[in-house]
């Protein structure tokens, strides 16, 4: 795909269909990297949406209990409230 650079404000830029945007996740920011004569853009990751698609899931598939389900066991002996 060819695109234009085109000016913005007192900079240069190019503008990101959004059909591309929403095939990789629609980032909201992008690490920029120089190799060699080629600009390359590596989307950021949403922390927050990568831990909520994972938590999603291990629920899909079950996986998603307590490893230790006696942590919060009330009636435990040792345990003073």
């Known amino acids: ?45 949403d922390d927050m949406k990568v831990w909520e698609e994972a938590a999603d899931k291990l629920h899909a598939e079950g996986s998603d209990k307590l490893v230790y389900d006696d942590l919060m066991d009330s009636d435990h002996p040792d345990w003073n409230w």
């Open 1 to 45: 795909m060819e695109m234009n650079v085109i000016r913005i404000g007192s900079s240069r830029g190019i503008r990101i269909p959004k059909s591309i945007l929403q095939l990789i996740g629609n980032p909201k920011k992008f690490t920029v990297a120089i190799e060699g004569n080629k600009v390359i853009l590596n989307p950021e990751s």
